[in-house]
Nanobody
Framework: QVHVVESGGGLVQQGGSLRLSCVAS????????GAWYRQTPGKAREPVAN???????IYADFVKGRFTISRDIAKNAVYLQMNSLKPEDTGVYYC????????????????WGQGTQVTVSS
C-alpha cells in the first residue's frame, strides 16, 4: 500500500510564504503525475496546481504567479511553493499522485494524502 504524506503547512501572515511537501512511500514506483487541491471552509475541494510528466504545470487562476508546483522523481515527492499568500488561501491542502510500478508501467494507481492545514492571517 502506498502512503502519501503532506507536510509544511502552518500559520503565516498575509504576504508570507510556505513550501508544502508531498512524499509517497511504501513501494517501488515512480510518480507519473502530481497535483495539489485545497478545501476552504464552506467550499468544495478544488484544484490548485498539477504537473504531468514533462508537460508545463497547470495552475488555477487564483494562484497563477504566486504558487509553483514541482516534482522530484528520485525522492517520490511533489512540492508546492506558495508565495504572496492571502487570507483567502486558507484551507486544507491535499496532495494527489498517480504512481506507476516500473514492472507494470501501463498500470497507474491514484492516491490522496491526509492534507495539511494552511492558515493565512490578515
Amino acid at each position: 500500500q502506498v502512503h502519501v504524506v503532506e507536510s509544511g503547512g502552518g500559520l503565516v501572515q498575509q504576504g508570507g510564504s510556505l513550501r508544502l511537501s508531498c512524499v509517497a512511500s511504501g513501494g517501488i514506483f515512480s510518480i507519473r503525475a502530481g497535483a495539489w487541491y485545497r478545501q476552504t471552509p464552506g467550499k468544495a475541494r478544488e484544484p490548485v496546481a498539477n504537473i504531468i510528466g514533462n508537460e508545463n504545470p497547470i495552475y488555477a487562476d487564483f494562484v497563477k504567479g504566486r504558487f509553483t508546483i514541482s516534482r522530484d522523481i528520485a525522492k517520490n515527492a511533489v512540492y508546492l511553493q506558495m508565495n504572496s499568500l492571502k487570507p483567502e488561501d486558507t484551507g486544507v491542502y491535499y496532495c494527489n499522485v498517480d504512481v506507476v510500478d516500473p514492472i507494470l508501467p501501463w498500470k497507474a494507481e491514484n492516491y490522496w494524502g491526509q492534507g495539511t492545514q494552511v492558515t493565512v492571517s490578515s
